[in-house]
């Protein structure tokens, strides 16, 4: 890392951190091929956030704003979920708070037993009261009046379908719904929204939610306030400077996987080339390589770097809101002109040039890699190819006339400004190629850059400001976590992700399709329905799924293989160092 006057930690500061916790004893072996490591119990590892981004919310259940892997990230750190998922994207009981979940014959009521091992850092156990008062957050972070927005909000059919969370003795927890759902989809996006936070420590206003969530929103953002001290994850929040690491020490009440390393630091990178010379001298033990930067990956000697695909897809987000600038919402909500928009896409070049090979053509609300069973196999041929010419004939069949060299028609012209998010080679160059290509369409485009903090601020409630976003292009779109990859959050005209407001009746038909209870083939017919709706109808502009080029230094071992394809995070937890 380069380090500067200005920056709020030292170089020397963060040697002093680093060296603090490293530790000397051997503590076991481990083989690898035909040889033998030898761990080495403590040791800091030093990740690297992806560039340009900070946490902003350490409270279990995000808002809306700030629903990003970043903040899951360092969440999941100090909190366990309810479920979790395992790289297979199979429920992963053994590492869940949940020991199982039952349903009854009527499908409307589902029983969650509790694992009695989980306690909080303060030997209090993980009990039913606490999943009850996430519950009570949840539901009054969903309300209109609510100060914010609960992220699950429209995800699992919360909270409309939730009918009541009740406790029934300390570790059983009751959950009725209003009417028989797939249970695949409710465990998964609905239950899997709950991370549970300890009652005894946040049930502040216990009859007056709205201040409660006033008070939660004060300090989300302050992971020293002691209302973190108590924790069931792996780790305890230490230490941080804003804008330059944020630091972790391991809980040593955790009834999980004990953590070997003796601290944990999340570093803040400014640029990717700055990450890369981090990596590259040692600074950094783990982070991941931009695309811009592959072809160097030779000059990272001491490194292993392995690429890995995350459970999601990659897209950028046309605003149909009628309160969008210049009557561009009215014109992106013709399918004309968001599948000419979609045939200006030229996917294959994109894949070749900026990813060099490390990303898979998308064109469904699900990339085929990794593979899962609900990837629809139809969808393996692109509906809408690159074919600007073909996109500017469909215009013009459907009223659009070029003038002055943009496309108009009733006064509305398709001309916009495209806000991507910046600090990353591979998006800049992305917004350049679709506007030139574009371009060749009659659509002028006008390319902004911000922080990617301040692109995912973007959404219906500012409809009036932006146009178009894209994500940061160095690590994809959507990630669906535990979720089962159906689109209510995401496409349902009510879903609280639906950014850019898209309405359908006949997708909320299909998105509700998929929460219907069946046999193992009935849902996955749903679901490819649903997909295949989808990729035709373009509620988003499709674009490849990057790799996560996964970069750690080669006497770091686990990170490969405790990844977490599903939500796209590390867990420092499984890692250990050899000596050298």
Partial sequence: MRWTSSTLLSSTLMLSLIMAGCGNSTSATHPTGSAKLTSTKGGTAVIALTTQQSPTWFF?????????????????????PLITVNGHDQ???????????????????????????????????????????????????????????????????????????????PY?????????????????????????????????????????????????????????????????????APNNYWSFVPNLHYDGHQSSLSKVIYQYESSA????????????????????LL????????DTVIPEYVIGFNYIVPNQNPHAPGGIGQAFQSLAVRQALQMGIDQPAIIKDFYHGYAVMDDTTLAPLPK?????????????????????????????????????????K????LIYASGSTAGTDLAELLKNDWAQEGIKVNLVSEPFNEVV????????????????????????????????????????ENMGSYSSLQMNQLIQGTYEPGTTAQTLQRMYSYENFAAHQLPVLFIPDPAQIIVHSKNLHGVAKSFDPAGAVFLPNHWWFSSH
């Fill in 273 to 292: 080339s700055n990450e890369f010379t981090a990596l590259k001298t040692g600074t950094l033990n783990a982070g991941s390589l931009p695309p811009s």
């Fill in 60 to 80: 279990p259940l995000r808002s809306q704003v700030t629903d990003t892997v970043t903040n899951e990230e360092l969440e999941l750190m100090m909190y366990k």
């Fill in 172 to 240: 059983t927890v009751i959950v009725k719904i209003s009417s028989p759902r797939n249970p695949a989809w409710f465990i998964r996006n609905g239950l899997g929204q709950i991370i549970p936070a300890p009652k005894s420590v946040w049930d502040r206003y216990p009859h007056n939610m709205n201040k409660e969530l006033q008070y939660i929103q004060s300090i989300a953002n302050s992971p020293t306030n002691a209302a973190f001290d108590v924790v069931d994850g792996p780790y305890h929040f230490s230490r941080y």
């Fill in 457 to 496: 601020s973007h959404g219906a409630s500012n409809a009036s400001s932006w146009a178009m976003i894209d994500w940061d292009q160095s690590v994809g779109g959507w990630t669906y976590g535990t979720g089962y990859p159906s689109g209510g959050g995401l496409f349902s005209s009510t879903g609280s």
């Fill in 372 to 412: 899962t069973p609900f990837f629809d196999p139809a969808l393996n041929t692109n509906p809408y190819p690159f074919n600007p010419q073909k996109g500017k004939t469909l215009l013009e069949q459907h009223g659009w006339h070029e003038q002055n060299g943009v496309m108009t028609k009733n006064g509305i």
């Fill in 414 to 417: 398709l001309q916009f400004t």
């Fill in 295 to 302: 072809s160097a990956k030779s000059q990272l000697t001491g």
């Fill in 91 to 169: 429920l992963d009981y053994a590492r869940s708070l949940a020991r199982s979940i039952t349903t009854n014959a009527a499908g409307d009521i589902y029983t969650i037993h509790l694992n009695p091992k989980w306690h909080w850092s303060n030997g209090q156990p993980v009990t039913a009261q606490d999943v009850v008062f996430t519950w009570q957050i949840m539901k009054a972070a969903s309300q209109s009046s609510a100060p914010w927005t609960f992220w699950g909000e429209g995800f699992g059919g919360f909270p409309t379908l939730w009918q009541s969370v009740t406790a029934k003795g």
